[in-house]
């Protein structure tokens, strides 16, 4: 069963012609009732008719984004590329979502806050402020990332990260046995929590699990190299 219908009424953007929606059923859970108007699309396959996801305000989808599940974008959002808003996440303010990115889960992207690239936004994390969120970077869990940073490349911000600045993070590259990404960040209670592959705890925990499993082979040595590093930019 169809939730809404395009309207003639139409916005462009970015030479693409958008149309605004309007109810045709009761969606109680977000307050919206028959014919009642909503944001604006460019085609049906932006916005599912399943579920209560629902665009309103003067937010517009477009492009091949998709909304759908009980998702909600609203306030002047713009959401676009292939990017997909899905789950309980809510995307407002003067947000712009769009590459190949995902906003899932209970996830909240507002304020003036950018989400791009291949980034995810998930769990219960929130991006806002003049936060930026683009490469391949992921944020989940209850993390929180605001102010004017700018999380990017193939960093991971998670568990109760608070990363108000570009100073309350960093990622190194290639380094270690695995030759991987390893991201360091604040929480909530100031101390530093490390994420590389299945390690998630902090930076006493990581130096103790890494003197376990590398001892002083060079594989050790770069970590507790780069662990002094981290205890300088931090302040520890």
């Known amino acids: 069963m169809k939730k809404y219908e395009?309207?003639?009424?139409?916005?462009e953007v970015n030479n693409k012609k958008?149309?605004?929606?309007?109810?045709?059923?009761?969606i109680p859970e977000i307050h919206v009732?028959?014919?009642g108007l909503g944001g604006y699309i460019?085609?049906?396959?932006?916005?599912s008719h399943?579920?209560?996801?629902?665009?309103s305000g003067n937010a517009k989808v477009y492009g091949d984004a998709e909304v759908f599940g009980d998702a909600w974008v609203f306030g002047n959002a713009k959401v676009s590329g292939e990017a997909k808003v899905y789950g309980n996440a809510k995307v407002f303010g003067n947000t712009k979502v769009y590459g190949n990115t995902k906003v899932?889960?209970?996830?909240?992207?507002?304020?003036?806050?950018?989400?791009?690239?291949?980034a995810w936004v998930s769990g219960d994390a929130k991006v806002y402020g003049n936060a930026w969120v683009s490469g391949n970077a992921w944020v989940f869990d209850d993390a929180k990332v605001y102010g004017n940073t700018k999380v990017y490349g193939d960093a991971e911000v998670y568990?109760?990260?608070?990363?108000?600045?570009?100073?309350?993070?960093c990622v190194f590259q290639s380094f270690g046995s695995r030759l991987s990404s390893t991201t360091f960040h604040k929480c909530e209670n100031n101390d530093i929590f490390v994420n590389i592959g299945c390690f998630h705890d902090n930076l006493n925990n990581f130096k103790?699990?890494?003197?376990?499993t590398h001892g002083n082979n060079k594989y050790g040595k770069e970590y507790l190299a780069i662990i002094e590093v981290i205890k300088i930019k931090f302040g520890l």
Request: with cysteine; charged share 25%; hydrophobic share 35%.
């Open 6 to 11: 395009i309207t003639t009424e139409c916005f």
């Open 18 to 26: 958008l149309y605004r929606i309007k109810a045709i059923i009761n």
């Open 33 to 35: 009732k028959i014919g």
């Open 42 to 47: 460019e085609t049906e396959n932006n916005l």
């Open 50 to 55: 399943e579920g209560n996801a629902w665009v």
């Open 104 to 118: 899932y889960d209970d996830a909240e992207v507002y304020g003036n806050a950018w989400v791009y690239g291949n």
């Open 159 to 169: 568990g109760d990260a608070e990363v108000s600045s570009n100073y309350d993070y």
């Open 208 to 212: 103790t699990k890494v003197i376990e």
